[in-house]
């Protein structure tokens, strides 16, 4: 194969891989979305409702190692397929969940989901940094992943508009209805979850078809025998999962809570008797033909957390250039210190001011990911794969840290609860500062 037949191959894959990260983006999303609705319907505490959240990211610690050795039997590209469809596994599963109305069904449905995203993590993730130069794999990475956060600015318009547009009635309201408006309820309620994610699990399963006949380049090296004994031994790589955990829990707590957050606060009414805040909302619903008239406010407030996933899209674009024209480990230090500074402006201020910061920590969560991701897997040469499974397997902070956070808010509120986030930015800040001065060194 010549180097152009090489390189243009390269691109092609660059590109269909980049489609995975927006398609896992949008769900992973998604799934917060259903979050506030899921502790209307089943009238649950924070804590309980962010189980939601342990089932799907606890999955990434049960499947990441399977994930490797299946993917160092089958290649990525089978591995890829596999991982879509047991995602479209997992949004069918909401159907039934959805129509009885069974919370256990709906976490089995979040865990099989977050089972395929992760088969795609531990696949896509080392496969974009081998896509080339090791000195290029930050870019490249926090280039695909601004594609994944353009699916995770796009998930909370749709969550806001189709899941949670509609008020959900209490226990004692649904007592107080005839049988024919309860079953009509039933209908109305389980409807507003179906419908997404079938439409879902069939674009899922379509491209899950495409991948199965493209042609992508073989990358995958021979895995080394001993190798996951020689990366518990490495400590960069180490503090790097490390990393990743408390990133992924950070990123998670804020974005599961943010409607939560701001309705705490009342500013539901504020935004509603703002003209300027009613325009930005009416604005974006308008993309989908909608408008804020007689909507739960949750779906009013909903509609703002795109600026904290969106804020993520524009950081990652720009990271992928900063990665290139400084030590990545040092945008990574600047980063983190933004984002804390961001949160303690919101949980010292009220209104619009504390709002607006904490949504503002997305754009500075942007880089966190795929530059702590490529900065553990720095000289690990063939051992890189094996290396991506431990890495991913340290996405469960999104499962461990949420449910931390949730047990803070039931007890002591949100603005207490954010000081937890706060801690995982200053480890982010130091494995940043650490891995800039190792490169000097």
Known sequence: MTSTTTNKSYKSAFIFLTTLF???GFITVLVDSLVPRLKDVF????????LVQFAFFVAFFVFSLPAGAILAKIGYKKGIVLGLLTMALGCLLFYPAAEYRTFSVFLIGYFTLAGGITILQVAANPYVA???SE??????????????????????????LFLLSDSVKTSEEINLLSELDKTNYYVAEAATVQTPFLWIAFSIIILAIIFAFINLP?????????????????KAMLLGALGIFVYVGAEVSIGSFLVNYFSDMNLGVVVSQNETMMNIANTIASTFNKTFTDSDPKSLLGIFVIFYWGGAMIGRFIGSYLTKIMAPGKVLAIFATLAIVM??????????LSMWSILAVGLFNSIMFPTIFTLSLEGLGDLKAQASGLLC?????????????????????????????????????FFGRFKSKKSMS
Not at 43 to 50: H, I, Q
Not at 140 to 150: C, D, G
Not at 343 to 352: D, P
Request: proline letters at 3%.
């Open 393 to 429: 397997m340290a996405i469960v902070g999104g499962a461990i840290i949420p449910f931390i956070s949730g047990s803070l808010i039931d007890g002591f509120g949100f603005k207490t609860a954010f000081v937890l986030a706060i801690i995982c930015y200053g480890y982010i800040l």
């Open 43 to 50: 009238e649950m505490s924070y804590a309980k409702t962010v």
């Open 135 to 160: 000195d290029g794999a930050s870019s490249r990475l926090n280039l695909s992943q601004a594609f994944n956060s353009l699916g995770t600015t796009i998930a909370p318009v749709v969550g806001a």
């Open 343 to 352: 949160i303690l402006i919101s949980i010292n201020t009220v209104g619009l």
């Open 218 to 234: 073989i990358v995958m090296e021979k895995v080394p025998k001993g190798g996951y004994a020689k990366l518990l031994k490495n």
């Open 22 to 24: 927006f398609l896992w």
């Open 130 to 132: 081998l896509l080339g």
